[in-house]
């Protein structure tokens, strides 16, 4: 494998002076035009690791939910999972290494891992819609044949869908077909099986509104449509034509302001979704006649899923052991709601969704969540295996029904990543099969009202925190005196933890009414501010 390529292409990715920047769960994040160079050297830094695994690595040029102005990129790793923890530090490494360093950083990183640079290779790249999409996958491109190697372009895609391919690829194709259309109609199959277990489904189709943040899923759910039959009539709204990426529209913007998106129209009880930009978190929602704004964020997505998922395991009677990972930020009531009345184990990890998705493996089906909308199930390959044999050969015919849509479950869901396409389809097959409307589903438990605050800080590594980020290990006297003021509130939890990015720390409260939240919530920064170096202005009340 020849390094002198290389060299003589850095040149023409230079790297500007002084910037640094660090490989996070989001891979890398900033302005669109200070990160040709970070292009340049993934594609580098793709090629090592698809030898060093001998398989398919994927590469995405997205910045999700950020502003169009940005962009970023991440790796997809042979399963279709977010890169190895230990590889993240080389991509940070080679991001910032100088010019003339870039070749030593790669030999370095090949020493270390015992890289055989014979081995064949192969890099599958996709881009969102940004403007400077297609400029920065190019870059990419340059990258990965500067060493030689074959890579397919698979150009506009989402997150989701790419994590899918690269997954196939390595997996011989047991996991679907490797392309966009293989990925549609693995989907529209599996649904159109589950809905075939609806008996009124052809009385009404059922429709859902989405708002495509004028993004990649936007196009995507286009395509998908043409592989749906009638069983659910999507209105697409913010599909890219005019408005602009992420810009008062999509998941996040939902989930943060408690409010609908611009550019749809929305009539009472009528059930909507948006998708973020890169089409990897999905939170609901609808307006009821008094003209109340109600979200159906990651914990109700969770909760229904599950639900659905353990009262089909009831039928088919199998034991199996299914779990729900949250963190901290999940609805006190969510938790409750699981492990009280649905007997489902809940386990909490720490923020970020490596984190979740690690948990989830441990059981044979793990439903996890954010509170934002990004998230999956992982079926176990013991428990996939023993509900696709009770599929094909139970003679009970009401367990062989059961096993069947547990099955279309499994083919329904993408369980690589966090998938708004997957996990919208997924939940309009159970909302139907259990005819419920979204006033019914938002109606199975009642979220506690809740506040987060962010308090400014001269250094927010003085907070440590333990039991998955819920306690507070120092500064010395914060957990304690967050405990003293929780008691003084009904139904009432708190925590602090320091921000990933910034010098802030987020403040969680939630307790039995929005006034006894926000009181909480503004009490406990108070706290933060005088016992962890708050800077700038007191906290004032809410």
């Given at each position: 494998?020849?390094?002198?390529?290389?060299?003589?292409?850095?040149?023409?990715?230079?790297?500007?002076?002084?910037?640094?920047?660090?490989?996070?769960?989001?891979?890398?994040?900033?302005?669109?035009?200070?990160?040709?160079?970070?292009?340049?050297?993934?594609?580098?830094?793709?090629?090592?690791?698809?030898?060093?695994?001998?398989?398919?690595?994927?590469?995405?040029?997205?910045?999700?939910?950020?502003?169009?102005?940005?962009?970023?990129?991440?790796?997809?790793?042979?399963?279709?999972?977010?890169?190895?923890?230990?590889?993240?530090?080389?991509?940070?490494?080679?991001?910032?290494?100088?010019?003339?360093?870039?070749?030593?950083?790669l030999?370095?990183?090949?020493?270390?891992?015992?890289?055989?640079?014979?081995?064949?290779?192969?890099?599958?790249?996709?881009?969102?819609?940004?403007?400077?999409?297609?400029?920065?996958?190019?870059?990419v491109?340059?990258?990965?044949?500067a060493l030689?190697?074959?890579?397919?372009?698979?150009?506009?895609?989402?997150?989701?869908?790419?994590?899918?391919?690269?997954?196939?690829?390595?997996?011989?194709?047991?996991?679907?077909?490797?392309?966009?259309?293989?990925?549609?109609?693995?989907?529209?199959?599996?649904?159109?099986?589950?809905?075939k277990?609806?008996?009124?489904?052809?009385?009404?189709?059922?429709?859902?509104?989405?708002?495509?943040?004028?993004?990649?899923?936007?196009?995507?759910?286009?395509?998908?449509?043409?592989?749906?039959?009638?069983?659910?009539l999507?209105?697409?709204?913010?599909?890219?034509?005019?408005?602009?990426?992420?810009?008062?529209?999509?998941?996040?913007?939902?989930?943060?302001?408690?409010?609908?998106?611009?550019?749809?129209?929305?009539?009472?009880?009528?059930?909507?979704?948006?998708?973020?930009?890169?089409?990897?978190?999905?939170?609901?929602?609808?307006?009821?006649?008094?003209?109340q704004?109600?979200?159906?964020?990651?914990?109700?997505?969770?909760?229904?899923?599950?639900?659905?998922?353990?009262?089909?395991?009831?039928?088919?009677?199998?034991?199996?052991?299914?779990?729900?990972?949250?963190?901290?930020y999940?609805?006190?009531?969510?938790?409750?709601?699981?492990?009280?009345?649905?007997?489902?184990?809940?386990?909490?990890?720490?923020?970020?969704?490596?984190?979740?998705?690690?948990k989830?493996?441990?059981?044979?089906?793990?439903?996890?969540?954010?509170?934002?909308?990004?998230?999956?199930?992982?079926?176990?390959?013991?428990?996939?295996?023993?509900?696709?044999?009770?599929?094909?050969?139970?003679?009970?015919?009401?367990?062989?029904?059961?096993?069947?849509?547990?099955?279309?479950?499994?083919?329904?869901?993408?369980?690589?990543?966090?998938?708004?396409?997957?996990?919208?389809?997924?939940?309009?097959?159970?909302?139907?099969?259990?005819?419920?409307t979204?006033?019914?589903?938002?109606?199975?438990?009642?979220?506690?009202?809740?506040?987060?605050?962010?308090?400014?800080?001269?250094?927010?590594?003085?907070?440590?925190t333990?039991?998955?980020?819920?306690?507070?290990?120092?500064?010395?006297?914060?957990?304690?005196?967050?405990?003293?003021?929780?008691?003084?509130?009904?139904?009432?939890?708190?925590?602090?933890r320091?921000?990933?990015?910034?010098?802030v720390?987020?403040?969680?409260?939630?307790?039995?009414?929005?006034?006894?939240?926000?009181?909480?919530?503004?009490?406990?920064?108070?706290?933060?501010?005088?016992?962890?170096?708050?800077?700038?202005?007191?906290?004032?009340?809410?």
């Amino acid at each position: 494998m020849d390094f002198t390529a290389v060299a003589r292409l850095s040149a023409q990715h230079p790297k500007p002076a002084g910037l640094m920047l660090q490989y996070g769960t989001a891979g890398f994040r900033t302005k669109a035009e200070q990160l040709d160079h970070i292009m340049y050297r993934m594609g580098l830094l793709a090629v090592l690791r698809s030898k060093q695994t001998k398989s398919t690595i994927g590469v995405m040029v997205t910045a999700s939910h950020n502003p169009e102005e940005d962009n970023g990129v991440k790796l997809v790793d042979p399963l279709g999972e977010m890169l190895a923890a230990a590889w993240e530090e080389y991509a940070t490494c080679l991001a910032n290494a100088e010019e003339q360093d870039v070749t030593s950083v790669l030999q370095d990183v090949s020493q270390k891992e015992r890289i055989n640079l014979q081995q064949e290779a192969f890099v599958a790249i996709g881009r969102d819609t940004r403007p400077s999409s297609e400029k920065l996958s190019q870059a990419v491109i340059d990258g990965v044949t500067a060493l030689g190697v074959q890579y397919h372009d698979y150009g506009l895609v989402t997150t989701p869908q790419l994590h899918y391919i690269v997954c196939c690829r390595n997996t011989k194709e047991q996991y679907g077909t490797s392309s966009v259309k293989g990925y549609y109609q693995k989907l529209t199959k599996a649904f159109a099986e589950l809905c075939k277990q609806v008996s009124s489904y052809g009385d009404a189709p059922r429709g859902v509104k989405v708002d495509g943040a004028n993004g990649i899923g936007a196009l995507k759910l286009k395509e998908l449509e043409n592989y749906l039959q009638k069983e659910c009539l999507i209105e697409l709204f913010n599909d890219g034509t005019k408005g602009k990426l992420n810009c008062f529209c999509g998941a996040d913007f939902v989930k943060v302001q408690q409010k609908p998106p611009q550019g749809m129209e929305m009539n009472p009880n009528e059930k909507c979704c948006s998708f973020d930009g890169d089409a990897d978190r999905i939170v609901y929602y609808y307006i009821d006649s008094a003209g109340q704004f109600h979200l159906l964020d990651g914990d109700k997505i969770a909760t229904l899923i599950s639900t659905f998922l353990k009262e089909l395991l009831i039928k088919v009677g199998l034991n199996l052991k299914i779990a729900v990972i949250q963190t901290a930020y999940a609805n006190g009531s969510s938790t409750r709601y699981l492990e009280e009345t649905m007997k489902v184990s809940v386990y909490c990890t720490k923020t970020g969704v490596k984190h979740l998705h690690h948990k989830a493996q441990e059981f044979d089906i793990g439903v996890y969540f954010e509170a934002n909308g990004h998230g999956t199930v992982l079926f176990s390959k013991t428990a996939e295996e023993k509900i696709r044999q009770m599929a094909k050969g139970e003679v009970d015919a009401e367990k062989k029904k059961a096993a069947k849509m547990l099955e279309n479950t499994i083919d329904l869901i993408n369980q690589t990543v966090g998938d708004a396409i997957s996990d919208m389809l997924v939940i309009e097959a159970i909302l139907a099969v259990k005819s419920f409307t979204v006033q019914q589903w938002d109606a199975v438990y009642t979220d506690l009202p809740n506040r987060q605050l962010k308090v400014k800080v001269a250094d927010r590594r003085v907070i440590d925190t333990t039991d998955a980020e819920r306690r507070a290990v120092t500064p010395p006297g914060l957990q304690e005196k967050i405990d003293e003021l929780v008691k003084k509130y009904r139904l009432s939890r708190a925590f602090v933890r320091p921000s990933g990015t910034e010098d802030v720390v987020r403040v969680y409260a939630e307790a039995d009414t929005q006034e006894n939240a926000d009181a909480l919530a503004h009490e406990v920064s108070l706290a933060v501010f005088h016992l962890a170096g708050g800077i700038g202005d007191e906290p004032t009340p809410l």
